[in-house]
């Protein structure tokens, strides 16, 4: 037997293909995943509630101030409104628990 006429499985295969996509497509799809994520995250942490709620756990602001940012930050059903009010104007200073509470109640009606 001739070595010449032994065909081996790279002469009967074609050649193959190049990728259908290449690697720049590849980059520019994960590039964009990263920012669209970065966005999603930086948004959720710059969200004026959010921020509120980071200040005011955090010690940065007293409750009373708080309170009236979270009055001039949202627009509040009537019951909302007016259980913020209460809190605003008391004698004393709203509870952080009471007030965080209210934030939550404000974000879920939302």
Do not use: C, Y
């Amino acid at each position: 037997m001739n070595p010449q006429d032994l065909t081996g499985i790279h002469d009967i295969l074609p050649l193959e293909k190049p990728p259908l996509i290449s690697a720049g497509v590849w980059l520019a799809l994960v590039v964009t995943i990263i920012i669209s994520i970065t966005g999603f995250l930086l948004w959720r942490h710059l969200r004026p509630l959010n921020r509120l709620q980071r200040d005011l756990h955090k010690g940065r602001i007293t409750t009373r101030a708080a309170a009236h940012r979270l009055a001039h930050l949202s627009r509040l059903s009537h019951d909302s409104q007016r259980e913020i009010d209460q809190l605003r104007f008391s004698r004393q200073p709203p509870n952080a628990k009471t007030l965080q509470a209210l934030i939550e109640k404000i974000r879920n009606d939302r």
